[in-house]
């Protein structure tokens, strides 16, 4: 790979410790991966932030990273594994407490804006068409490249720090025209009716296309919480994190339908929801926000929980960016959720928050949150909003 | 199995995917590893159920795999392994990805690939030199 002479002095360490390392990490995935030269980016997303994760050793790499990097580019960060005010409220304990504040210390230190929020393009870090970024978080990243156009590869944690001390990342992958192609269509004639449906949709794709670029034909329109819950959805069940769906993302334009075809139809769905769903009836949890809830979503959570009451036998979290709970604040629906006995778990969410062992089932609107809740030891259940509402109201799934 | 006597020391040469010297015994899988969720952190055991390395310790050993698997969150674990005393002190892969390039940089575990690996044995004693990879 093609190295600048500024670069090669950044290898050298003649900028210090973190960015000598940042350069060894992006040097050798360009090689790895064929790049001929780093390009300059706008943007990034910092994932393996919840010490659930890091553990102590990561704590101590980043601490280590602190000491002497800085970010050089706008650099947001992924969920921690508490809500960093009102943890308590959420069962964390306190040594968890005091180290998860540790790892976000590191992370302000080295310039990162403290978002915790897994969808950043809600609340500022919103990339423009055909912008290079370096992101972690799939969901993000899916999303990204696919209802944006902006182009990154799946970065893990480190390597998303690395790009963000140096400003750039090798241009490999997904940064190049040639790797955003279609290589199946997808002809879906199944019916999309509630928002769980979009992540029942995502499973199935994904499962089909393994590692693929699908390109989705036969849908009309699509939210933004319905392609949010899509790109989880679609890359945590198997495909690139990328897709192309027609009349809906920009770049489906670029490209025609490729010959090799799969079709999704309505008992594809119901199938995905025979998998996910598994057998119970009395509730623990019930989460919402997997990607992290919009402000719409948080309204129709308000909406359905109105005068109602959570059953005392379960809790009902509602995961979403500190941000867009401020404007939950002054819109009365943080008063309503609250008054109905619902938590908000903000900063976090039910992927990365120590959860294994408190809770035995989940009722959420996320295929992705099902897929981790079972890492967790839960049983899973997928639905619409109204039906997660009714599940919490009741503490139970009928 | 062994080498017969005659038969001469071999030299491979690779790319370098993190720079180091190291020598010793070699653990050699045809097999994938998985980081993360695969190996214990705690005790370098290989933990993956079905896995041919399953219930051996990567501790100490230059470990010779075809290619890491797995979530990002494995470049942690080797770190991880590093920080318990608990790291291989060499990686030779075939094909190195992103989870172990990563791992293997931060950690400061020497880490070579492009290495025809069938020519290294569980058992040899293995010499790593930056890209240059010994097997007496």
């Not at chain 1, 998860?100 to 990339?127: D, H, R």
């Not at chain 1, 690395?162 to 290589?183: I, M, Q, S």
């Not at chain 1, 959570?310 to 959720?337: G, H």
Request: net charge neutral; charged share 25%; with cysteine.
């Amino acid at each position: 790979m093609f190295l600048t002479k500024e670069e090669k002095h950044l290898l050298k360490g003649e900028k210090g410790l973190a960015v000598k390392k940042s350069m060894e990490i992006l040097v050798a995935l360009g090689n790895i991966y064929g790049a001929n030269r780093l390009i300059e980016i706008g943007s990034v997303q910092v994932a393996g932030v919840s010490y659930h994760n890091l553990g102590d050793a990561g704590l101590e790499f980043l601490k280590e990273l602190a000491r002497d990097g800085k970010v050089k580019v706008l650099t947001t960060l992924n969920p921690a594994g508490m809500d960093l005010k009102d943890w308590k409220k959420l069962g964390i304990d306190e040594d968890f407490a005091r180290k998860q504040n540790l790892v976000i210390e590191a992370f302000e230190k080295m310039g990162i804006i403290i978002s915790c929020t897994c969808a950043p393009y809600l609340i500022g870090n919103l990339p423009t068409y055909g912008e290079h970024i370096a992101w972690s978080e799939s969901s993000a990243v899916t999303f990204a490249n696919s209802v944006i156009g902006a182009r990154t590869n799946r970065e893990g944690g480190p390597s998303a720090l690395a790009a963000a001390f140096v400003g750039k990342t090798p241009c490999y992958g997904l940064h190049l025209d040639e790797n955003r192609a279609p290589n199946t269509r997808v002809d879906v004639t199944a019916e999309l009716v509630k928002i769980s449906d979009w992540g029942a949709l995502g499973y199935c794709i994904g499962k089909k296309v393994e590692n693929g670029i699908p390109y989705i034909m036969g849908i009309e329109t699509a939210t933004l919480d319905e392609l949010k819950s899509f790109c989880a959805s679609v890359v945590t069940y198997g495909s690139k994190p990328m897709f192309h769906m027609m009349g809906i993302t920009p770049e489906s334009e670029k490209y025609k339908p490729p010959k090799a075809t799969i079709t999704i139809e309505n008992t594809d769905l119901e199938r995905a929801y025979k998998s996910i769903n598994d057998d119970f009836s009395d509730v623990d949890l019930i989460c919402v926000g997997c990607p992290h809830c919009s402000i719409k979503e948080i309204s129709e959570i308000a909406k359905l929980l109105k005068n109602r009451k959570i059953s005392p036998n379960t809790e009902f979290w509602v995961a979403c960016s500190r941000l867009v709970k401020q404007m939950a604040d002054k819109r009365s629906y943080t008063d309503i959720i609250e008054k109905a006995g619902g938590k908000f778990a903000c900063d976090t969410c039910m992927a990365v928050a120590p959860l294994k062992g408190r809770f035995r089932s989940v009722v959420t609107t996320s295929a992705k949150g099902c897929y981790y809740s079972r890492h967790n030891n839960m049983m899973t259940k997928m639905g619409s909003l109204e039906e997660c509402i009714e599940a919490a109201v009741k503490g139970q799934w009928s | 199995m062994h080498r017969s006597c005659g038969e001469r020391t071999m030299e491979l040469r690779g790319r370098i995917i993190s720079r180091g010297i190291a020598e010793g015994e070699a653990l050699k899988t045809s097999q994938s590893i998985s980081f993360y969720g695969g190996v214990d952190p705690d005790t370098s055991e290989i933990i993956e159920k079905g896995h041919e390395l399953e219930g051996e310790r990567v501790r100490a050993k230059i470990l010779v795999f075809p290619n890491g698997k797995g979530s990002t969150v494995g470049s942690y674990t080797l770190y991880r392994l590093k920080k318990n005393g608990m790291a291989p002190i060499g990686i030779i892969n075939k094909e190195c990805e992103t989870v172990v390039a990563v791992g293997a940089i931060i950690s400061e575990i020497p880490c070579v690939d492009k290495i025809d690996i069938s020519k290294i044995r569980t058992g040899d004693i293995v010499h790593i030199n930056n890209s240059h990879v010994i097997i007496k």
